[in-house]
């Protein structure tokens, strides 16, 4: 019996450290950096991603009445405001906002959205690329 009152709690110890291992987080970890998305959008555009046309692009309206910038300012390295409905926006810069550029989905929802705006199609992979290592260039 004591051999048995030993074993159980490491037992179950043991089971409750392999199954939080297996089993997703409750909490949304970061899946990707700032730096692994210009890579991946690199690669998928088949160069690397340009900082000064990042710049350039960023910054420029793109046939409609805003630009990158309208909303999240020059350079984005502070909070940011929605040119329609005022809300607050952080940072995007990644030395300036820890969380930016962390979540997948959130890059891929925020890209189509915000290109749709700006551009009233989906930016190209090399327009990713080179915005994203823009935004990664600026620094504090």
Known sequence: M??????????LLLAA?????????????ADTSPAEQLSHWSAQAGTPGNADKGRAFFNTKHGGEW???SCHGTPPTAQGKHASTSKSIA?????????AFTDTAKVDKWFR???KDVLSRE?????????????NSLKP
């Open 2 to 11: 004591t051999v048995l009152r030993t074993f159980f709690p490491a037992a």
């Open 17 to 29: 450290t392999l199954a939080s291992a297996l089993l997703p987080a409750t909490s949304q970890a």
């Open 67 to 69: 630009s990158c910038a």
């Open 91 to 99: 940072p995007l810069a990644p030395a300036f906002n820890p969380k």
């Open 113 to 115: 959205r915000n290109c």
């Open 123 to 135: 930016c190209s992979a090399g327009e990713k690329a080179d915005v994203l290592a823009y935004l």
